[in-house]
């Protein structure tokens, strides 16, 4: 990866981590306000921000993982970063075969959907596959089908990252002659 593709790489990923950051302000915006939509919002946006940052460190499904670790090391960002998993995202983007797979596969057809508190408070007896969007602001754990995935991972990798991505955009553009 030639030096000014990697900038431009770099320049990307530090736009989707404040992206990130403000989507998790978000989320405590709409917890502070009791607005489930305004909650639940925001943790799309997050992920999705999760999901375009690990596009851009592996590639799609990880097909570039190759290409792309040297922007990875001058992040330092490992292989099993928070930010590589992108399964809550896809649950969240493909809402429409989500639905139409619980409708064939769920026994009694119950639907939960928009909860936000306690994973263990949540409504009892339904199978996982009958709940959807679940937020437990005490963990931060999003849930869905009895899948859980922690947000604040990717908001501590984040601003762990954010002043990486910085120096690194300050840095010259092209690789200097005779280097």
């Not at 990130?20 to 992920?47: K, R």
């Not at 959907?113 to 996982?128: F, L, R, T």
Request: charged share 25%; with cysteine; hydrophobic share 40%.
């Amino acid at each position: 990866m030639e030096t000014f593709h990697l900038r431009v790489f770099q320049r990307q990923v530090l736009d989707q981590c404040k992206f990130l950051l403000t989507a998790a302000n978000e989320i405590n915006a709409g917890l502070a306000s009791h607005n489930i939509d305004h909650v639940l919002y925001a943790v799309q946006n997050l992920l999705n921000a999760g999901a375009n940052i690990s596009k851009m460190l592996w590639g799609q499904k990880g097909k570039l993982a190759n290409q792309r670790e040297r922007l990875r090391q001058s992040i330092g960002i490992a292989d099993d970063s928070p930010l590589r998993d992108v399964n809550m995202r896809n649950n969240f983007e493909h809402m429409d075969e989500r639905i139409d797979r619980w409708w064939a596969e769920s026994k009694s057809h119950n639907h939960a959907d928009k909860i936000i508190g306690p994973k263990n408070s949540a409504i009892v007896g339904m199978e996982p596959t009958d709940m959807f969007r679940m937020f437990d602001p005490q963990t931060t754990d999003v849930i869905f089908w009895g899948e859980e995935f922690n947000i604040q991972a990717l908001v501590t990798e984040a601003q762990r990252i954010l002043p990486l991505l910085q120096a690194e955009a300050h840095k010259p553009h092209w690789d200097e002659p005779g280097r």
